[in-house]
């Protein structure tokens, strides 16, 4: 059997260290495989046709929703396959606005990416509800005051579980119990999460989850969708056509009873058939995790004695390996740029996360983010290539 690393042999033989897993993951070859597989052997169109194709692309598409609920403590009958985080939030924020036009507030944080900000403030434009931003500490990265914002006005709390940006975990399970408690609903964007954290709808008793494949080792197209029991049944689809509607004249229509209400046109399954493959995958992975945390804390370490460089919520250890950095000194494109000189692909920018930046006061930042396709000794080449930068521009 080949060890973690060897699954992605490809990226070793270009000698890229590749960080910016935060931002989508490389692919396993084991995913590659079955994708290659699906395409010659299986494609068609699912839930179409009763020829042999349509069929197992049928039971291919039905094996990753049954697997995807597994991988978060779910019943299949909630899990929803869209096609993006930002999609399936932006379905749910239309979905909301004709199932509770009434709604009088909602509460976000300001660490949210803009897919998990954007549809709620439309939202609560489009319904006159207040829309409250909970603060973020800047030394620890942690959202603050939700116990006193998330009152009994309120009707929704859309969280990040984890920053795209500080990486910093958020304490989602006690924001849904609290919310709960206020008659909220809670819907918990678990794109950066999925990859780092065992995830456990029961657990947490959210709402609703969502999380994009293309970060959890599978590729770009697909996304998971969890809805609570008591709550899909009341939503109606705000995406329609194909594949799910019970009934169409030319004057009505209505939709299948179960969750298959909320995937109209045709399915992304070669997408699906990556993401089961890569969730199995993904689960045998989990004694390496302890390997990625450690390359990633050595780094820290190193970063820690270099004063020039800042570390995002610096304060906190209740985070995922995932680092963002600015130095007053350079510029973070600059800093990307030297780094990729060096092989090393990272991320810089604002991230999709302006609310968060502005309230750090930053224009923009580096972002280190680890998968299981880094190692240890990758990272005296990270520190090398962060030096050189140093040398260059401030020495
Ligand atoms: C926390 C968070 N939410 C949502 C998204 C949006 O994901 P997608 O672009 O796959 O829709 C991202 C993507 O980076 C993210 O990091």
Same mark, same amino acid.
């Given at each position: 059997?080949?060890?973690?690393?060897?699954?992605?042999?490809?990226?070793?033989?270009?000698?890229?260290?590749?960080?910016?897993?935060?931002?989508?993951?490389?692919?396993?070859?084991?995913?590659?495989?079955?994708?290659?597989?699906?395409?010659?052997?299986?494609?068609?169109?699912?839930?179409?046709?009763?020829?042999?194709?349509? #069929?197992? +692309?049928?039971?291919?598409?039905? &094996?990753?929703?049954?697997? /995807? *609920?597994?991988?978060?403590?779910?019943? @299949?009958? !909630?899990?929803?396959?869209?096609?993006?985080?930002?999609?399936?939030?932006?379905?749910?924020?239309?979905?909301?606005?004709?199932?509770?036009?009434?709604?009088?507030?909602?509460?976000?944080?300001?660490?949210?990416?803009?897919?998990?900000?954007?549809?709620?403030?439309?939202?609560?434009?489009?319904?006159?509800?207040?829309?409250?931003?909970?603060?973020?500490?800047?030394?620890?990265?942690?959202?603050?005051?939700?116990?006193?914002?998330?009152?009994?006005?309120?009707?929704?709390?859309?969280?990040?579980?984890?920053?795209?940006?500080?990486?910093?975990?958020?304490?989602?399970?006690?924001?849904? #119990?609290? +919310?709960?408690?206020?008659?909220? &609903?809670?819907?918990?964007? /678990? *794109?950066?999460?999925?990859?780092?954290? @065992?995830? !456990?709808?029961?657990?947490?008793?959210?709402?609703?989850?969502?999380?994009?494949?293309?970060?959890?080792?599978?590729?770009?197209?697909?996304?998971?969708?969890?809805?609570?029991?008591?709550?899909?049944?009341?939503?109606?689809?705000?995406?329609?056509?194909?594949?799910?509607?019970?009934?169409?004249?030319?004057?009505?229509?209505?939709?299948?009873?179960?969750?298959?209400?909320?995937?109209?046109?045709?399915?992304?399954?070669?997408?699906?058939?990556?993401?089961?493959?890569?969730?199995?995958?993904?689960?045998?992975?989990?004694?390496?995790?302890?390997?990625?945390?450690?390359?990633?804390?050595?780094?820290?370490?190193?970063?820690?004695?270099?004063?020039?460089?800042?570390?995002? *919520?610096?304060?906190?250890?209740?985070?995922?390996?995932?680092?963002?950095?600015?130095?007053?000194?350079?510029?973070?494109?600059?800093?990307?740029?030297?780094?990729?000189?060096?092989?090393?692909?990272?991320?810089?920018?604002?991230?999709?996360?302006?609310?968060?930046?502005?309230?750090?006061?930053?224009?923009?930042?580096?972002?280190?983010?680890?998968?299981?396709?880094?190692?240890?000794?990758?990272?005296?080449?990270?520190?090398?290539?962060?030096?050189?930068?140093?040398?260059?521009?401030?020495?």
């Amino acid at each position: 059997m080949l060890s973690c690393r060897e699954q992605f042999s490809y990226l070793t033989d270009s000698d890229l260290i590749y960080l910016d897993n935060a931002a989508t993951s490389q692919l396993p070859i084991s995913v590659l495989n079955a994708q290659q597989q699906y395409w010659q052997y299986a494609h068609a169109n699912a839930h179409r046709g009763a020829h042999q194709r349509a #069929r197992s +692309a049928t039971e291919a598409w039905e &094996r990753c929703r049954q697997t /995807a *609920a597994t991988f978060i403590g779910a019943n @299949a009958a !909630d899990v929803s396959l869209q096609t993006s985080t930002t999609q399936a939030l932006n379905h749910l924020a239309l979905m909301l606005a004709e199932q509770q036009p009434d709604l009088r507030k909602i509460v976000v944080s300001a660490a949210e990416h803009h897919a998990n900000w954007l549809p709620w403030q439309y939202l609560a434009q489009r319904c006159g509800a207040e829309f409250v931003v909970l603060p973020v500490a800047v030394e620890s990265g942690e959202i603050q005051q939700w116990q006193q914002l998330i009152d009994s006005d309120t009707d929704l709390v859309a969280i990040t579980h984890v920053s795209n940006v500080s990486g910093v975990i958020n304490p989602v399970e006690e924001i849904c #119990r609290h +919310a709960h408690k206020q008659g909220a &609903r809670v819907i918990v964007d /678990a *794109a950066q999460s999925a990859a780092h954290l @065992a995830l !456990d709808v029961d657990q947490l008793q959210c709402d609703a989850l969502v999380f994009s494949a293309h970060k959890v080792y599978a590729p770009v197209g697909v996304a998971v969708m969890y809805l609570a029991a008591d709550w899909w049944p009341q939503l109606t689809p705000q995406i329609r056509g194909g594949g799910m509607v019970a009934q169409v004249t030319p004057f009505s229509a209505s939709w299948l009873p179960d969750i298959h209400r909320f995937e109209a046109g045709t399915p992304n399954v070669a997408a699906a058939v990556g993401l089961t493959n890569a969730l199995q995958w993904f689960a045998e992975q989990a004694p390496h995790q302890a390997q990625v945390e450690q390359s990633f804390n050595w780094l820290q370490q190193q970063l820690a004695q270099r004063p020039w460089l800042q570390r995002v *919520a610096a304060n906190t250890s209740r985070r995922i390996p995932l680092l963002s950095l600015y130095c007053e000194s350079i510029h973070s494109q600059d800093l990307a740029f030297m780094l990729d000189e060096a092989g090393i692909a990272v991320r810089a920018g604002q991230h999709c996360a302006q609310p968060l930046l502005q309230q750090l006061g930053l224009s923009s930042v580096v972002r280190l983010s680890w998968g299981l396709n880094n190692r240890d000794d990758d990272m005296q080449r990270v520190v090398d290539a962060l030096d050189q930068a140093y040398q260059l521009f401030i020495e």
